[in-house]
């Protein structure tokens, strides 16, 4: 994917129509916003037309619909305007109401997208910013729901929707780009099954919901004003919400995302999860409280106590003791290491036996350190219950956690860990001899 310029409307539309929990009538205007704007709601209605972010930082409920709130001022069922407007590749715009809620028109964002090819579609001088997947990431409810996003070269949503007992399981999946999202997702329509009506009635929601404007699943029959529009339309229509909902991460994405049986809470959930992911890729080291004195060694400090030289000193310095048998060390994971032009072009990764190398050397400092073990050389014998979890990449800082367990003569036992932005990416149980230099 090559990079795009933003995009906001090139004049204001309006849309009239009825809001469905509410049941009142409204009158929404998306207008053109600037650069680096995002899309932000506007409630007309109140005296001082305050403004509310599509983030996720403002999701309040999420109960068959998304609802944004900040302090007092709120906004329902945002999902599909939202939905619309990234699917058709819009970046920045204001959407204006007149009532809390948007009109829910046939229950589709289709009414969102006329809107906004009517108002047209203006090119911006600033670039996208898109955040690229890179690892996958994952998210498992309670409730069964499912989603998984990996790396793609493309925005692409899979999705298997299942209701009650495994009635109306469908499945899609599709390229979201503006084209694919007016004729393949933008025209489904919500739906609902038969037993979650009266519940939802008797919350005092629905108000503004016919068979006009939702599809109701009442066993394994479908009650609808007119024909099913597609076969899988209940999976389009999650895949709609979907495409809405993760926007409120405030990015763009690069990836694909497999979803099964999502809804609005495991979506805003994922949205949760993908900012924070992408803080931490943009992070820089974590603020970390670094003792003075003889707790800390510097470089030249560690070459004092490890044999290692370059390319094979895996410790910067070392941030701190806790007691005689625990050692915190650091490593600047640069794009200049050595082994990163074999391992591997185009996709630089710090090998696991490297990390497992930097744990062994902060492991052997512990010992080190003691003065009858001054000038001895920690030779490895096993490493045991390695794990690798996350992949470390140029920019990361290591931060390299070791334990020494037990101690036997001139064999020392450690526990180690490597961390970065505050998530252990590999770990393992060491064995390893001090020899005599």
């Not at 709601?41 to 305050?50: A, G, I, K, N, S």
């Amino acid at each position: 994917m090559s990079a795009q310029k933003q995009r906001t409307l090139a004049e204001p539309s309006t849309l009239t129509g009825t809001s469905l929990h509410t049941g009142e009538q409204v009158n929404l205007t998306l207008k053109p916003a600037p650069a680096n704007h995002g899309l932000k709601f506007r409630r007309v209605d109140l005296e001082d037309q305050p403004f509310i972010d599509a983030h996720v930082s403002n999701v309040q409920t999420v109960e068959r619909a998304t609802t944004l709130a900040q302090g007092s001022v709120k906004v329902h069922t945002v999902e599909h305007v939202i939905s619309a407007l990234v699917g058709m590749g819009v970046d920045n715009a204001i959407i204006e109401m007149d009532a809390n809620e948007p009109p829910i028109g046939d229950g589709s964002a289709m009414p969102y997208v006329e809107c906004i090819k009517k108002a047209g579609i203006e090119e911006q001088e600033e670039y996208r910013s898109v955040y690229e997947i890179r690892e996958p990431i994952h998210l498992e409810t309670s409730n069964g729901s499912l989603i998984t996003i990996v790396p793609d070269k493309d925005f692409r949503v899979s999705c298997t929707q299942s209701g009650p007992d495994g009635r109306m399981t469908q499945f899609f999946s599709a390229r979201i780009d503006p084209e694919t999202y007016e004729k393949e997702i933008a025209s489904a329509r919500t739906f609902v099954f038969y037993e979650d009506v009266e519940p939802l009635m008797e919350k005092g929601l629905i108000k503004g919901g016919s068979l006009e404007n939702a599809i109701v699943i009442k066993g394994d029959s479908v009650m609808s004003k007119e024909p099913m529009r597609f076969n899988e339309e209940f999976a389009r229509h999650k895949i709609l919400d979907v495409v809405g909902d993760l926007m409120l991460s405030g990015k763009r994405i690069m990836g694909h995302v497999i979803a099964v049986k999502p809804g609005h809470g495991p979506n805003t959930e994922m949205a949760r999860t993908l900012l924070k992911k992408y803080q931490q890729t943009r992070s820089m080291v974590p603020p970390v409280k670094i003792p003075t004195g003889e707790g800390v060694l510097d470089t030249n400090e560690v070459q004092k106590v490890l044999p290692h030289r370059y390319p094979f000193l895996m410790i910067d310095r070392i941030i701190g003791f806790e007691g005689d048998n625990k050692c915190t060390g650091v490593k600047q994971v640069t794009i200049n290491e050595p082994y990163f032009e074999g391992h591997f072009p185009g996709h630089p990764i710090m090998p696991g036996v490297l990390q497992v190398e930097a744990m062994a050397q902060v492991a052997s400092i512990v010992l080190l350190r003691r003065p009858e073990n001054q000038g001895k050389i920690g030779y490895f014998m096993s490493a045991d219950s390695v794990k690798w979890r996350k992949p470390v990449l140029p920019g990361d800082t290591l931060f390299i956690e070791a334990e020494i367990l037990k101690t036997r003569r001139n064999i020392g036992f450690a526990s180690a860990r490597c961390i970065v932005n505050g998530e252990t990416v590999s770990e393992g149980e060491l064995k390893f001899a001090l020899i005599d230099d």
